[in-house]
């Protein structure tokens, strides 16, 4: 039996300080898929609470013994999925809060380096642009090195399903930066 | 585009992907998270599984358990004054159904003492049977079980006389008959 299924079968039996340590191994990946898919970081931080509880509410369908990231991450990806779908139907209107501070965005935790931060900032703009579902085959392939298999199991697709939404996803990214590739 | 140029690009898109920063999540967000979860009930299962394995205090304080000590202690004796009455019960219906009272006459004229014997009392006088004389007519009454008897009378200790207003009579193999009766719990003593 692994840590994380010891973890899990405590959180189960009625531990709920138990699921801790789960939160502090995956809130860092979880919060960055959120920041890619909203480019806000309250956005960001609401929707990995949102990840992070939904988990917690279905982990009896959890299947012990599979990797807990992937299905972790599988079922972020469709908070962030279903959360595009909302701001798609709900744009935000001029009148929603008019004393609003603007929201903290990317460009506000980039790295110092001028230069750095401009190749980063039109990566990062790049990324935004494409569909959920490519980006995050592309980043987990490139930025997380996960295996095929992996990223399949985290997006629910075959592994030929992930291969061609990798491909079809740096194709897309190229074709957004064009010359500043 | 030559093969070798988008061999390039594909480095140079992986590189920048590689070089993506990570954006920390605040500080605040993991409390967050714990603070928003409430304990899973778990499955019966565990619950008897916990119950078995783990030790339990047991607290006693009689004025707690006072009212349940009444209840338990009213739970012991009511079912055995029901037993009681029911006990009784039976007997007094053993008496009133069970029990067949038999009236019998026999007039004679010289005798100075008859007596009624029978199956019922082993063919020996005894005090089961209750005797009264009013004048020649001798009159029994006996007490018994429903079924078939074999009876006579017993004159002066001596002569076995059957009933003559018995309906039936079998031979008792010594020469003289056996009057028969038959007693049924509704007080018909003879047929």
């Known amino acids: 039996m692994t840590d994380e299924t010891r973890i899990i079968a405590a959180v189960l039996d009625g531990e709920v300080n138990a699921f801790e340590p789960l939160v502090a191994k995956y809130e860092k990946p979880i919060f960055n898929l959120m920041y890619r898919t909203t480019g806000s970081l309250d956005e960001a931080v609401e929707l990995t609470q949102e990840a992070f509880l939904k988990a917690y509410d279905k ?36 009148h929603d809060n008019p004393g609003h501070v603007a929201e903290r965005t990317f460009q506000d935790t980039a790295p110092e380096d ?3 931060t401009e190749e980063v900032q039109s990566l990062f703009m790049a990324l935004e642009k494409l569909p959920i579902d490519y980006r995050e085959a592309v980043v987990l392939r490139y930025r997380e090195e996960r295996s095929m298999q992996e990223i399949a199991e985290m997006l629910n697709l075959s592994v030929s399903g992930a291969k061609m939404r990798v491909h079809r996803g740096l194709e897309k990214l190229r074709a957004i930066l064009g010359d500043d590739l | ?44 299962a565990t619950r008897m599984r916990r119950f078995l394995v783990q030790p339990h205090t047991v607290t ?14 009213l739970l012991a004796v009511i079912p055995r004054l029901t037993s009681v009455d029911n006990a009784r019960k039976p007997v007094a219906e053993t008496v009133t159904t069970r029990q067949a009272s038999l009236t019998f ?33 001798w009159i029994f009454h006996v007490d ?16 076995i006389v059957p009933d003559p207003q018995a309906a039936f009579r079998r031979n008792n193999g010594f020469g003289t008959p056996n009057s028969i009766v038959y007693a049924t719990a509704n007080g018909q003593n003879q047929i």
Do not use: C
């Open chain 1, 59 to 94: 982990l009896e369908q959890f299947q012990l013994g599979r990797s807990f990231f992937s299905w972790l991450y599988a079922l972020a990806v469709n908070v962030g999925r279903d959360y595009l779908r909302y701001k798609k139907r709900h744009p935000p209107s001029i």
């Open chain 2, 105 to 137: 006459t026999f007039e004679h004229p010289h005798a100075r003492q008859v007596a009624l014997i029978g199956t019922f009392n082993r063919w020996m006088p005894d005090g089961q049977v209750k005797t009264e004389k009013r004048g020649n007519l």
């Open chain 2, 144 to 159: 018994v079980d429903p079924g078939r008897y074999e009876y006579a009378f017993l004159v002066d200790g001596q002569e």
């Open chain 2, 1 to 44: 585009m030559t093969h070798r140029n988008e061999k390039e690009n594909h480095n140079r898109m992986a590189e920048r992907l590689r070089g993506l920063p990570e954006v920390s999540p605040p500080a605040s967000l993991r409390p967050g998270i714990m603070a928003s979860l409430t304990p899973k009930k778990p499955g019966w």
């Open chain 2, 60 to 73: 006693f304080v009689p004025i707690k358990w006072a009212p349940a000590l009444a209840v338990l202690l």
């Open chain 1, 114 to 116: 001028p230069r750095l």
